[in-house]
């Protein structure tokens, strides 16, 4: 039996393993927003498909929630995974809610010691295209998922460490940027590799019944220290709406309610009172359940009472969750998902508006609620690049100058730098200055948004919707005006 220190240095070596999968899937992307702008992750999860290691500063960490149990159901309806499988996702429903939109493509590999199962990894990145009616896959136009671009439900991609070449035939045929969506998807499976190799070795150490015990530990201790953190609000009920301005289809608003109940370190978030779903690209799946990219903000309070909390799927052990279906924020049928994080990025604010009346001293104001993927495309549609994510202003608070060019929306994806933008795209990034700010000086001053100034050929064509875009001629490099 493992001793308390044992058990806290193979956890710490279970952290190491997922920074290292992380950094090798960075390493081996090919896309933009892989590389640049860090939209993907990886984990280790145990037997119950929650994860047990999750990277701390590398990658997003919205994700540290998510549940890969109905995904490695759906996918073994027909035999259990061997090794050297990987299974492949993208599909909010079908996954059960492991993906949120189709661009965000999953893979899960199982993990063993011999012919027993031990674990699994996994790993997401952000895609550049799926298809679909637009280049990127994303709009908040889209009124159906099928709208949106390739649905993958939970299938083999990876069959005894071979790629299964039918799949990904399918996968290249039904998408604008075939070779960047290849060179990303193989860097999940270098990622999901190293860390096959990081938990073998633990597993000689420990033996499975060890591992599963550090997993178990690991879990238990982010629970136990969530709960002492959010034992520090002061119980009660409080609640808390905003409004989206409209579905980019009308002109109504759709309002956010979020109810939330503080009560000795748990927190209960009823949305009751949402309003339905829409025929937007503005609705998440959530199967009524907690998820990760609902409570990001949760984890953010976590967090921030107690910075050294290990990030694992023990946070969510403290968190309640009521949606009802048909909601915005539990879509049903094939309502379209890709626009999902203006909606999420709302309620997580209005999360905020709910806890900051149980601790006015630690929640700031309110962001401002909504991220921008910026996507340069060719106007024949053979070439797509999702160059960064542009935010708002980041609210004040009552104890330091809030970060510029930053929000709590999405709290790990980076600006990318221009200079790289410059080398990949004809039409780029020449500079990222922050906006001008009318925030009142002082110790809690709000942060400033970002601003992208990018330069295009005149045969280039420019539309804005759910994303910033600029289309330009294929192969023209050209630069002439500027992009607004």
Known sequence: MLTTVEKDVAQTRLQAAVEEMCLTLRRASRSLYVRDAADFACAVADLSGRFVAYPQDVGVS?????DLTPAIEAATADGPLAPGDVVLTNDPYLSGGLSTHLPDVHAIAPYFDGDELVGYGWAFVH????????????SVLNDSVFAEGLRVPPLRYVRAGTVVPEVEAILAANSRTPEANRGDLHAMLAALDTGRRRVGELTDALGPAGLA???????EQSAARARTALRTLADGTYRFEDFLDNDGVSDVPL????????DDGTVHLDLTGTDPQVEAALNMVTFGRAHSWVVTRLFAIVGTLDPAVPLNGGLMDVIGFTAPAGTLLNATGTAATGVRHATTSRVN????GALVQAAPEVLPAASSGLVVPVVFAAADGSRVDVVEPMVGGTGAGTARTAPTAATRASPTCRTTPWRPSRRTSPCACC???????????GAGAAGAASSSSSRRSPTARCSRAASSACAFAPGDSRAARRVR
């Open 62 to 66: 919205g994700f540290v929630g998510l």
């Open 127 to 138: 895609v550049s295209d799926v298809g679909g009616r637009v280049p990127s896959s994303v």
């Open 213 to 219: 015990d550090v997993g178990r530990f690991a879990r």
């Open 255 to 262: 309002r956010v309610v979020v109810t939330a109940t503080v």
């Open 349 to 352: 604010d209005v999360v905020s």
């Open 431 to 441: 500079a990222t200055p922050c906006a001008p700010t009318r925030a009142a000086p």
